[in-house]
């Protein structure tokens, strides 16, 4: 079965402090990873996908098969990064139609 | 733009009640879906539909049925509602093509309280 697993409900940073926001998956056979943000009174959208290998807001994510891992990392954080952030996953037994969202993880980052 | 919106923000119901809950995108999208979204559960799908007239169950689909009579627009209602399915509601459509592929566009979200 796909699984989607966001270990910290919470993480609360300093502004201009590193953020990795955890995610690890199961799933077999060679999904699409994504990083989906929602802020306060906005609707979910979609932040970055692993096939694009490209940086949104200064957020990078990179697959690592190996460790079924696609952790979001950012060098410096800022007040307005602060919201919720999915990881999500689809795949070829959904024929890529569905998505697997993981819990979530809220960002705080105070000044 | 793509847009994609749901026809309340906030709806406050009874138990028992038969409650309906629009969505409509304007983007020819081929695929859209209903959520639920729960603080510490994160979003679970209830159905999806790839087509018109054409549905598939998701994770918990047990309360709920869907309509999609029209491309653009997919109902989901609730036969009777029970105050378990209070939560926030959430529509996503996709494309199944094009530089957006397999991206899903959501609505602002419909919080449902049930009495």
């Known amino acids: 079965a796909q699984r989607v697993t966001q270990p910290e409900k919470l993480l609360s940073v300093f502004k201009g402090a590193p953020v990795e926001l955890k995610c690890n998956y199961s799933y077999s056979g060679s999904p699409e990873l994504f990083w989906y943000v929602q802020y306060s009174r906005q609707r979910l959208q979609l932040l970055l996908r692993?096939?694009s290998r490209e940086s949104i807001k200064g957020f990078t994510a990179d697959l690592n098969k190996g460790e079924t891992s696609f952790h979001l990392k950012k060098p410096f954080a800022q007040e307005e990064d602060s919201a919720m952030y999915y990881c999500a996953l689809t795949g070829p037994h959904s024929g890529y139609s569905t998505l697997t969202f993981g819990k979530g993880t809220m960002l705080l980052v105070s000044p | 733009d793509v847009k994609v919106t749901q026809s309340s923000r906030y709806l406050v119901k009874r138990t028992g009640e038969k409650v309906f809950l629009e969505c409509v995108q304007d983007m020819d999208h081929e695929n859209m879906f209903w959520y639920r979204q729960d603080p510490g559960l994160g979003l679970r799908l209830i159905y999806f539909s790839y087509d018109v007239k054409m549905k598939e169950k998701g994770d918990i689909p047990e309360g709920y049925s869907v309509s999609r009579e029209k491309k653009e627009r997919f109902s989901l209602i609730l036969e009777s509602a029970s105050t378990n399915q209070t939560s926030m509601y959430l529509c996503a459509s996709n494309p199944t093509a094009g530089v957006d592929y397999n991206e899903q566009f959501f609505g602002p979200g419909t919080r449902l309280t049930v009495l």
């Open positions: 692993h096939i």
